[in-house]
């Protein structure tokens, strides 16, 4: 809640990119968006990089469906699972290799032996934070986002419940 994160603070990342989001060279979506139509964020996103991916997509079927494959969250969390599991290892592929940092500094904590295995992704589900935040942590949450968006319109794009 005081922004003091490894990827900086949630509001601050949002409330900086979201004046960008009709810039030409910007794409803007959000996480409910792909949830509910990742299809359609497929095209608008090929059609915002170019004829040709939008092309590629409608000349073979497989491309979209192997996009919707490679992009859905239960191949992401794999991956991202196969990743942490190779913390401290030499063979993290190139492509991971942002990620080796993060892996060290997790796999240096030790939690108490009591408590779960955590996940860095759990579901995926839209506001399944609901079914572990408490009532004041909610409270909470809701008075930093409404301080944090008043004035913009933000406010409008996710509602307080």
């Given at each position: 809640?005081?922004?003091?994160?490894?990827?900086?603070?949630?509001f601050?990342?949002?409330?900086?990119?979201?004046?960008?989001?009709?810039?030409?060279?910007?794409?803007?979506?959000a996480?409910?968006?792909?949830?509910?139509?990742?299809?359609?964020?497929?095209?608008?996103?090929s059609?915002?990089?170019?004829?040709?991916?939008?092309?590629?997509?409608?000349?073979d079927n497989?491309?979209?469906?192997?996009?919707?494959?490679?992009?859905?969250?239960?191949?992401?969390?794999?991956?991202?699972?196969?990743?942490?599991?190779?913390?401290g290892?030499?063979?993290?592929?190139?492509?991971?290799?942002?990620?080796?940092?993060?892996?060290?500094f997790?796999?240096s904590?030790?939690?108490?032996?009591?408590?779960?295995?955590?996940?860095?992704?759990?579901?995926?589900?839209?506001?399944?934070?609901?079914?572990?935040?408490?009532?004041?942590?909610?409270?909470?949450?809701?008075?930093?986002?409404?301080?944090?968006?008043?004035?913009?319109?933000?406010?409008?794009?996710?509602?307080?419940?």
């Open positions: 809640m005081a922004g003091e994160l490894e990827y900086n603070d949630y601050d990342h949002l409330l900086d990119w979201y004046p960008h989001r009709y810039d030409p060279n910007v794409f803007f979506t996480y409910e968006d792909m949830k509910k139509d990742i299809k359609g964020v497929i095209l608008k996103l059609r915002f990089l170019g004829e040709e991916y939008i092309e590629a997509i409608e000349k497989a491309v979209l469906n192997n996009i919707i494959l490679y992009s859905g969250f239960d191949y992401m969390k794999k991956k991202l699972s196969e990743v942490y599991d190779l913390r290892s030499e063979d993290i592929d190139p492509i991971f290799t942002g990620l080796t940092y993060m892996c060290e997790t796999n904590l030790k939690p108490p032996e009591d408590l779960p295995e955590l996940e860095f992704v759990r579901k995926g589900i839209i506001g399944d934070w609901r079914n572990h935040f408490s009532v004041d942590q909610t409270e909470r949450l809701n008075r930093k986002f409404l301080e944090k968006m008043k004035d913009t319109e933000v406010l409008q794009w996710y509602p307080i419940e």
